[in-house]
């Protein structure tokens, strides 16, 4: 009995030493990004592997999520109301208020956010952090706050992108599948989105951005030696950043819908 007590004793202890250094990470990174200047070269170095790198594995991904969504909505309204006809427009709100954002939010988690957490892990286990302190140059500064700024543009323009390509595979499908123009479904769309949908879109694009890298650095920062260790950190990384991108959108989505 003692025995579970001390255990869940040392869970609680350990997760909020965990959470303050979190937040003191998150801290540090917002006094330095507004008070030093940006390192530009490795924000555009970063944004390149951000951006450009997964926009194929995303075109490829939401093209698909495009066709599943008009092929299930179709069925179901069907079944529903014996009529396809408001397919389009509940297909193009759905993308560009969750479909589009989220999926390119979590491939980036699961391609960017795992490779930024196994660097910075890397780098952290073989003392090249401790180098860049002794030489007077800020972890901070030179590792996550690039990296920041690149995933947060990143992840705006990859939502713009996916967004575009999921409403095209839609728009195809609806004319294979449904019958439908592109004249008609791009009329059933404007039926039922506005351009706040895209605004609202963008800020959650922004948000999850933001999330990704913090996360990821917080675990290389915290890695502990040995291949394990930067194994464990890169998981500890993907796992945290994608249930904490489906927590902020649901919270944005209950803070935005009061803008409808």
Request: aromatic share 12%; hydrophobic share 60%; glycine share 8%.
């Amino acid at each position: 009995m003692l025995a579970a007590v001390d255990s869940v004793g040392a869970g609680i202890i350990h997760a909020t030493r965990g959470f303050s250094e979190f937040f003191k990470l998150v801290g540090r990174l917002f006094v330095v990004l507004f008070t030093t200047p940006l390192r530009v070269k490795d924000v555009i170095h970063q944004l390149y592997f951000v951006a450009n790198q997964s926009a194929p594995i995303i075109v490829f991904c939401v093209s698909f999520a495009a066709v599943v969504t008009i092929i299930e909505a179709a069925f179901h309204m069907k079944m529903v109301v014996s009529n396809a006809s408001m397919v389009p427009g509940f297909a193009a709100l759905l993308i560009l208020r969750e479909l589009g954002v989220v999926i390119a939010a979590l491939l980036v988690t699961s391609r960017v956010g795992a490779g930024i957490a196994a660097e910075v892990g890397s780098m952290q286990i073989t003392e090249q952090v401790d180098a860049l302190k002794m030489l007077g140059i800020d972890p901070i500064r030179f590792l996550v706050v690039p990296r920041f700024v690149a995933c947060v543009l990143g992840v705006v323009v990859l939502t713009v992108f996916s967004n575009a390509v999921c409403l095209y595979g839609a728009m195809l499908a609806s004319t294979v599948k449904l019958g439908f123009t592109s004249g008609e479904f791009v009329m059933h769309m404007d039926r039922f989105v506005q351009f706040k949908d895209l605004i609202f879109a963008l800020i959650k694009g922004a948000a999850f951005g933001a999330v990704i890298p913090v996360i990821a650095c917080f675990y290389g920062f915290r890695c502990q030696a040995g291949a394990e260790g930067v194994g464990l950190a890169t998981t500890n990384s993907v796992v945290a950043s994608s249930v904490s991108i489906i927590f902020l959108d649901f919270i944005l989505s209950y803070l935005l819908s009061h803008f409808y």
